[in-house]
Nanobody, 123 residues
Framework: VQLQASGGGLVQAGGSLRLSCAAT????????LGWFRQAPGKEREFVAA????????FYADSAKGRFTISRDNAKNTVYLQMNSLKPEDTAVYYC?????????????????WGQGTLVTVSS
């Protein structure tokens, strides 16, 4: 199983980025997917998640109204559209996959993890 995250980069505050995570080696449509992030010196935290069929989405308070998670099961890819970025959004962003219906905000519910992509938001 491999999750390959991409789309990170340097952006000014107020800007946008779209992260992608392509999965191989698993039955993608059977998995819930999540995005987590880890800022320097901080613990990994939940950002957003989407159910196996895309019918339900979940967001951390910090992401609500600014970020949108979506998935394309035909492409085995999950996305995180991030708008109105703030310097405090600076972190390494990780995608993760959980079989079935996990506790979406709990990183320990996820079975597979990508390598992370760095997002840096300048003020």
């Amino acid at each position: 199983v491999q999750l390959q995250a991409s789309g990170g980069g340097l952006v000014q505050a107020g800007g946008s980025l779209r992260l992608s995570c392509a999965a191989t080696g698993l039955s993608f449509s059977n998995y819930a997917l999540g995005w987590f992030r880890q800022a320097p010196g901080k613990e990994r935290e939940f950002v957003a998640a989407i159910s196996w069929n895309g019918g339900s989405t979940f967001y951390a308070d910090s992401a609500k109204g600014r970020f949108t998670i979506s998935r394309d099961n035909a492409k085995n890819t999950v996305y995180l559209q991030m708008n109105s970025l703030k310097p405090e959004d600076t972190a390494v962003y990780y995608c993760a996959a959980a079989l079935g219906t996990p506790t979406y905000g709990n990183s320990r519910s996820y079975h597979y993890w990508g390598q992370g992509t760095l997002v840096t938001v300048s003020s």
